[in-house]
C-alpha cells in the first residue's frame, strides 16, 4: 500500500503532475482503491449563514464588500433557520453540513455564541458539521469542538507565491496558522485551493506542495475551479478545462492517498462525463445543493441521476470515527 508521506519535494510533485495524463489518471485511480471504496462519494452540503459585506479583498469572491455584484448582505441566520436547512440537506443525503460565514475572522461576540448553538443543532442530527468562518483563534477552535464541530475549512486557495496577487488584506502565514489552531483542538482539517485564477502550474504544485508538506495532511482537499463572477477582479478569467482539474485532482490524490478530495466549485460547468473523469482520477467528495454559498451548483436531482448512472453511494458519516472504533 502506498505510504503516507509528509516529505514530498516541489520537483517529485511536479513529475506526478506533468505525467502523461492517462498514466497520471490510472497511478491516481490505483492509490485511490488502496485507501478509498471507488464506488463512495462523500456527499457535503454547503449553507451561505452570513452573506457578504466582507471586509476582505480576495479577487474572486462576490461577498467582498469592495466589489460592485449581485450578492445581497444578510445578517447571520437564525439557528433554527440553519438546522432547518440541514434537516432538508440529511433528507436528500448529504452527510455533512457547512456552514459558511462572509467574516474575515471570527470575533468573540454574540454572532459566533449563535454559531456555536447552529454547531450543536447540527451535531445533533447526527451529520458531520464544518464551518468556514475565516480565521481562528486556538481558544475560538476549542470552542467550536467542544460544540461538537467536526471539521473546519480554510482553503489555501493558491501557492504562497501567487497569493499576494490574488489577495492582500491577510497573508499566507495568517492562512496557516488558522490551520495550525484548528489542528490543535483535534478538528478535521479541510483545506485545498481554486484553480483558473491566473497561476500558472508551478503555482498549483506549490499549492499542492504545502498541503501535503504540512504536519498531517488535511483529512478534506477542495478542488476548485473558478467561477468568475462579474464585478470581481477575476470576472473575465478563461474556464479551466477537464484536464486541469484532473491533474490537481490527480496529483492530491497521490500526494495525499488518504484525503477526501473534493471536487468543488465549477461543477455546474462540467458535463457528467468530465465529472466521471474527476471520480477515475480519485475525486471521492462533492458539493451538493443548488448553490455554493453564493454561486451555483448541479441541482440534486442532477446529482441523484449522476449517483445512478456512475454506481455511485454516498459515504456515511463520521466513517473515520466508525472505522477508528473497529480496529481499536
Ligand atoms: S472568500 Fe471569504 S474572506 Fe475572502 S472576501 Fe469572500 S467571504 Fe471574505
Redesign the pocket.
Known sequence: MTSIRNNWTREEISLIYNSPILDLIYRAATVHREHHDPQEVQVCTLLSVKT?G?????S?????ARYNTDVKVQKLMEVHEVVNKAVEAKESRSTRSCM?????EVRDNRDFDKVLEMVKGVNSLGLEVCC?L?MLTHEQAEKLKAAGLYAYNHNLDTSEEFYGDI?S??TYDDRLNTLKHVREANISVCSGGIIGMGENDTDRIGMLHTLSTLPQHPESVPVNALVPVEGTPLEDQEKVSVFEMVRMIATARIIMPKAMVRLSAGRVRMTLEEQAMCFMAGANSIFAGDKL?TTPNPAVVQDQEMFQVLQLKPRVSHKDQVTAHIHA
Open positions: 457578504g466582507c471586509v476582505e479583498d480576495c474572486y469572491c462576490p461577498q467582498a459558511g460565514a462572509a467574516w474575515r468556514t475565516g489577495i488584506t491577510r454559498l
